[in-house]
């Protein structure tokens, strides 16, 4: 089913629900474009800081720690 056709069909059940139920889908849909815009945002922010000379110092730095340094592993 094309994307047309998809959202003519949900149109048209759209359209046979009552007041509250129509006030449910809204509140989801809602929900669903706010998690996109979520991740649209904190996929940027994480571009901006890997992209960023601020923190470029720590890849000089040098390691110093190992694995073997670790008494206790979480399991």
Known sequence: ??????????????NQLSDNRL???????SFLT??????I?????????????AYEFLHDEEEIYQVSDVKEKYQ
């Open 41 to 53: 945002i904190s996929e940027g922010i994480k571009s901006l800081v890997s992209n960023s000379k």
């Open 1 to 14: 089913m094309s994307r047309e056709e998809l959202i003519k069909n949900t149109i048209k059940k759209l």
């Open 34 to 39: 706010a998690k996109i815009d979520d991740k």
């Open 23 to 29: 006030q449910e889908v809204s509140d989801y849909v």
